[in-house]
Every structure is written in structure tokens, then in C-alpha cells.
């Protein structure tokens, strides 16, 4: 099995040298017809390359055009796209702002697939740069899988500072070769301007790449838009997300901070339905950005299962679109942080599950005290916390077993263990949480834990003190995970790393065996 990874390694090693951070224009076979035409005619690829949602036979690829175009996506399993696996091809029009996505099927399971991107103008037909990203199927064997994790992208200003190196995080969790990443949320600061400076405790000055669309607060569809695109200008964002397909969610800054769907909105008012007009844009958005499916009749549901073959379910959730409110707090200890409809999916999906391990994608923490989060403080269950209770009681009642949660939001790393014997709620399975992030934005202190489910903090890294929180990227408390899946044994390894790709803290987590027979069920 090693040998497998150390080849498969060198594949795509070989591929980085050979596809210059993914920015190279190239012309493959027939795919790049010529056309006699001067530069300025040709449709270009405005910022990166994505892909993401990728299970055994299929993946959403991503790009955006600097015009109306389409968007043509070939695939192959060798570089030289000597022969194409598929092929499909969508429009990238105005009202999604150029962007384009296709949800690609029929995909070889397990294998290194190469897919090159070109726009041809809509109404000329002229052809336009051509650029290759990559992307590894889910296994339909036993084979080993690692993935990373982390959130928090350009946040308290901090943005694109080129002299200290953009977004290195991006750069160093490329160098880790992961199958997939999941981003646990605040892909963006819609809330947080990004300013041409800001001054270091140390005296010096940060100096960001600054936009017209980031000088503000967002409001309107085209600043939202502006915020994603703020990203695809740092050259490791981009070579990144060419590369590693990305399991996407979403949390507050995406729209305002500590948002909820029937607390926050703005001037603008509410559609019919009752959505705020500040969410419904907010949410437009993120699905024209993120190379994440819709899943039919549900579109514009961020809360899915991803199944990574035999060893892996992922299961993204939403904690913002169906909460009661935007403060966890109320003299009726009634709350609610999943909704009704959710959590009965989460339920039902969890039981249903054959693979060996269930990674819950959280985009906040069930243990450490937040009013925007779960936790309330010591004691019984109360408010959120009850919905909680429900689930891992369903969790222990099905038999499921080894269930890991992982999240960022915090700004900074941690791994929580949770024990029935140390919990005042105890109808649960002890399980693991871990928290790592930000990937890009200030850092913050490890946060107080309550004692309703029992977590003990077995390893928490932030900003001290006597530091003082929001310290800039540059000072190092940048933070992701990895988790390495052994596909002869099954264990699970979790690291915890920083912006250096230092090893921070493991543990390795032995899986135990289902406590009866998964039962069969319909996905949705």
C-alpha cells in the first residue's frame, strides 16, 4: 500500500512541475482548435481552476469566464489526454456572473483524473486559453485516503499581503498531496473590508491586494461575487484548488457574521417566501462560486453525504439555514441548530452508512461555549444543546460507530475527546472532535469548554495573552488538519498542523466494529 501512495505521490508531483501552479496555457490534440485571432478576442479563464464533491465515478469541475462563453471540460486518466474518459461542456452567462460548473459522471473509480478547461466564445466560436487541473476519484476498493481540513479565508482584513507570501496555508497543504479538502466554512468576510494596510504589533505594516468589490461591506450580489474573487487572485489559492477538489460548506461570514435566517437582513427586505435578501444573495453567490452539485429539487442546500468509498462517508452540514435564531438563548429552552428536517436526514443517513468511518463536516463546534454555537456552559442540556442529545443518542441506539467530528470557526487547533463517564448527558458513544483553522484571518485563544457532553481538551494551540488575539497571518498561528485513513487496517490518523506544516499533535483512532448490520437506505 505504500508503494501505491509513494508512486501515485510522484504522479502528481510530476504534474505540478509540468502544469506551472495550473496558470500555463496549453495546447493538447484537437482540444485547442487554432484560430487566427489576436489575444484580446480570446475568451480567458478569469481566476482559477476548482473541482469538488468528487465520489467513485464522478466530481463537479469549475471555472469563470471573462465574458459569455462555454465551457468545454475534457478528462483523462494520463497527462498527455491521449485518451479522453469524458467530455460536456455549459454555459457561462451573465446571471452567474461567467461562472460555470458541470457535474462530470461516469468517472473510473480510484484513479488520477487530468481534465483541461477552455471557454470559446458564445458568439464568435473563437476558441480560448486552455489550462489542466486534477482531481483523485473516490476508491471503489480498500485503498488509503487522506484529506485535509480546515476554514477562516481572509478574515479581519487580512488579506493578500504579497511580500509575506499571499495565502500560504494554501501553498503548504498543497505540498501535503491530500485526496480532498474539506473547507469548514467562512470561505469569505462578506462583513470584513479588506484595507490597503494595517499595522503589526511589531511595528511593521501589512499591505493588502485591495478591490473595489472588498472595499466594503457586502450588500449586493456583485460584492458577494467580488469576495470569492478576491480569493482566485492569490497565486496559492489558485494552484491549490487546481489540484485538490474541495468538499465545500458554508458558516456565518458568508453572509454577516453570527447570521440567521430569520435575524439577519438589510434595507432590502425579504422575498416572498420570507427569505432575507441579504441570505438569498449571500447564498446565490456561494453556489455560483463553490463547485458544489445541487441536489435536485433541493437547490441551494449546502447539507449533503459524500461517499469516499468503502472507508469513508463525509457528511456536510448546515448550522445557519435552519436555526431559530441568531443567539443561542431564551427563557423557553427550546432551540434548535439543525432543524427538524435536517437532523432527521443526518439520523437516518448515519444509520444507513456502510462505510467504516463517519466524518461529521460541522461549520462550528458542539462543545465550547457560544452563544452563536451549541454550548451553553455546564449543566443538562439545554436549548441547542437538546437537538445535540437527540442525535448522538440515535447515533449509540443504531449501532453506528466510529463517527469523528471536525470543524474549524474557532481561529484556532484543538482536539476534543468526549466521555460519557465525565458528561452530565450520557446516552452517547465517546467520540472525537477536532478543531483546526484559520486557514488566512486572525488568530484567537482556545475557548472554554462545557461539561454537558463531557469534552476534555487533549491538545489546544492559539494565540496567548500576553500575544493578544487577532494576531496576523504572518505570525504563524495559521492552523489545518489531516487525516489519514489506512486502507489495510482502517485507522484513522489525525494531525494537526500549522501554516509550516510542522506536526503539531496525532493521535491514531482504532475503528470498532458497526454494533449491528447497516440497513439499506435511499441518499437524498
Not at 140 to 162: P, Y
Not at 257 to 280: K, M
Not at 435 to 451: F, I, K, M, Q, Y
Request: charged residues 25%.
Amino acid at each position: 500500500m505504500a508503494t501505491l501512495r509513494a508512486s501515485r505521490a510522484w504522479t502528481r508531483r510530476q504534474f505540478l512541475g509540468r502544469s506551472a501552479s495550473s496558470l500555463a496555457v496549453t495546447s493538447l490534440g484537437t482540444f485547442a482548435k487554432p484560430y487566427i485571432s489576436r489575444v484580446a478576442d480570446r475568451p480567458q479563464i478569469a481566476g482559477g481552476l476548482q473541482s469538488g464533491d468528487v465520489s467513485e465515478g464522478s466530481a463537479v469541475v469549475w471555472a469563470r469566464a471573462d465574458r459569455p462563453a462555454r465551457m468545454r471540460v475534457e478528462c483523462s486518466t494520463v497527462e498527455s489526454f491521449k485518451t479522453i474518459v469524458a467530455a460536456a461542456s455549459s454555459d457561462a452567462l451573465p446571471e452567474a456572473d461567467f461562472t460555470s460548473k458541470l457535474l462530470l459522471s461516469d468517472l473510473p473509480p480510484g484513479q488520477d483524473i487530468f481534465y483541461r478547461v477552455r471557454f470559446d466564445d458564445i458568439a464568435a466560436g473563437i476558441a480560448g486559453e486552455t489550462r489542466v487541473g486534477h482531481f483523485r476519484t473516490a476508491p471503489a476498493a480498500g485503498q488509503s485516503i487522506s484529506f485535509l481540513w480546515s476554514g477562516d479565508t481572509a478574515g479581519q482584513g487580512w488579506g493578500i499581503d504579497i511580500s509575506r507570501g499571499g495565502y500560504r496555508s494554501y501553498r503548504t497543504m498543497l505540498d501535503n498531496r491530500p485526496d480532498f479538502f474539506i473547507h469548514s466554512g467562512d470561505h469569505i468576510y462578506a462583513d470584513c473590508t479588506i484595507p490597503s494596510e494595517l499595522k503589526l504589533p511589531n511595528g511593521e505594516t501589512w499591505r493588502n491586494v485591495v478591490t473595489e468589490e472588498k472595499s466594503e461591506v457586502a450588500h449586493t450580489l456583485t460584492q458577494f461575487r467580488g469576495n470569492y474573487k478576491y480569493n482566485h487572485l492569490d497565486e496559492h489559492f489558485r494552484a491549490f484548488h487546481a489540484q485538490v477538489p474541495m468538499f465545500a460548506q458554508w458558516d456565518d461570514h458568508e453572509v454577516t457574521n453570527d447570521w440567521s435566517p430569520t435575524g439577519s437582513y438589510d434595507d432590502a427586505g425579504y422575498d416572498a417566501d420570507g427569505t432575507p435578501r441579504l441570505v438569498a444573495r449571500a447564498r446565490r453567490a456561494f453556489f455560483d462560486f463553490m463547485p458544489i452539485r445541487d441536489i435536485g429539487a433541493r437547490q441551494g442546500r449546502v447539507y449533503r453525504r459524500i461517499g469516499y468509498g468503502p472507508l469513508l462517508d463525509v457528511f456536510m452540514i448546515d448550522m445557519r439555514s435552519y436555526r431559530d435564531d441568531s443567539w443561542n438563548k431564551g427563557d423557553d429552552h427550546r432551540g434548535w441548530i439543525l432543524g427538524a428536517e435536517q437532523l432527521a436526514w443526518l439520523k437516518r443517513e448515519l444509520a444507513a452508512s456502510r462505510a467504516t468511518w463517519k466524518v461529521i463536516a460541522a461549520d462550528l463546534p458542539i462543545g465550547l461555549i457560544s452563544l452563536d454555537a451549541v454550548a451553553l456552559g455546564n449543566g443538562a442540556p439545554d436549548r441547542r444543546e437538546h437537538e445535540i442529545a437527540d442525535l448522538l443518542a440515535s447515533i449509540k441506539s443504531a449501532g453506528v460507530r466510529n463517527v469523528v467530528w471536525l470543524t474549524a470557526d474557532m481561529h484556532y487547533t484543538a482536539a476534543h475527546y468526549y466521555d460519557p463517564n465525565k458528561a452530565q448527558f450520557r446516552d452517547f458513544e465517546p467520540f472525537w472532535e477536532f478543531v483546526s483553522g484559520p486557514l488566512h484571518a486572525g488568530t484567537w485563544g482556545p475557548g472554554e469548554l462545557d461539561n454537558t457532553f463531557g469534552p476534555v481538551a487533549m491538545y489546544q494551540n492559539g494565540c496567548s495573552e500576553a500575544q493578544g488575539e487577532n494576531l496576523a497571518p504572518c505570525f504563524g498561528l495559521q492552523f489545518f488538519g489531516r487525516v489519514d485513513i489506512d486502507g489495510a487496517t482502517g485507522v484513522m490518523t489525525v494531525t494537526l498542523k500549522d501554516v509550516d506544516n510542522r506536526d503539531l499533535w496525532s493521535v491514531d483512532i482504532v475503528p470498532q466494529p458497526q454494533a449491528r448490520p447497516a440497513v439499506v437506505a435511499q441518499h437524498s
